[in-house]
């Protein structure tokens, strides 16, 4: 998941430092319908990230580290997830208060799926970047504009996870 955040930033000769913050997420959830299968899903995460909005080089970055465990409660098959890296975006062109495209940077390892045994379900790492067009705040369409590594979630348009999950936990 990438976040969007556009803030307008000073001219580098008068640049302030860019605002920096850190947190930690960690708690769980339930998805009562995951992947559309009718099955619940318990999820457990814990997640690091600090981010800096408007550094000098781009509209936001950031880093991340986290870890998500999803558990099938019927029958205890758990997937665990993964992720460590950094991200920017940066308007590319346009108005963010109307119709512009932002680019996303992701280099790292945006996702590394797990099955219980350690075998690999399925590794996003590498370089990525995207090109996305919002109107306004109002995403409209988006656009891999190169690849580095594999990046097979990217690359299926982010569909493999409801592809593969269900058998995997046991659905």
């Known amino acids: 998941m990438l976040l969007l955040m556009t803030v307008a930033a000073a001219p580098a000769a008068h640049a302030a430092d860019p605002e920096v913050n850190?947190?930690?997420d960690v708690g769980t959830d339930v998805d009562a319908d995951f992947c559309g299968t009718g099955q619940q899903i318990d999820i457990a995460f814990?997640?690091?990230?600090?981010?800096?909005?408007?550094?000098n080089q781009a509209?936001?970055?950031?880093?991340s580290t986290g870890k998500v465990t999803f558990t099938n409660p019927l029958t205890g098959d758990t997937v665990t997830?993964?992720?460590?890296?950094?991200?920017?975006?940066?308007?590319?062109?346009?108005?963010p208060e109307g119709l512009?495209?932002?680019?996303?940077?992701?280099?790292?390892?945006?996702?590394?799926?797990?099955?219980?045994?350690?075998?690999?379900l399925?590794?996003?790492?590498?370089?990525?970047?995207?090109?996305?067009?919002?109107?306004?705040?109002?995403?409209?369409?988006q656009e891999i504009f190169l690849?580095?590594?594999?990046?097979?979630?990217?690359?299926?348009d982010f569909e493999l996870f409801c592809e593969i999950m269900p058998e995997a936990l046991g659905l």
């Open 22 to 24: 850190h947190f930690r």
């Open 147 to 156: 690849v580095k590594g594999p990046h097979p979630a990217a690359e299926s």
């Open 100 to 120: 512009h495209v932002v680019e996303f940077t992701v280099v790292g390892l945006p996702e590394l799926f797990r099955a219980p045994g350690g075998g690999v």
């Open 59 to 63: 509209d936001f970055k950031s880093t």
């Open 81 to 95: 997830l993964l992720f460590a890296g950094a991200s920017m975006g940066e308007t590319f062109s346009g108005d």
């Open 46 to 55: 814990d997640v690091r990230v600090t981010e800096w909005l408007s550094p």
């Open 122 to 141: 399925t590794l996003d790492a590498g370089y990525i970047v995207f090109q996305q067009t919002f109107e306004g705040d109002e995403f409209i369409s």
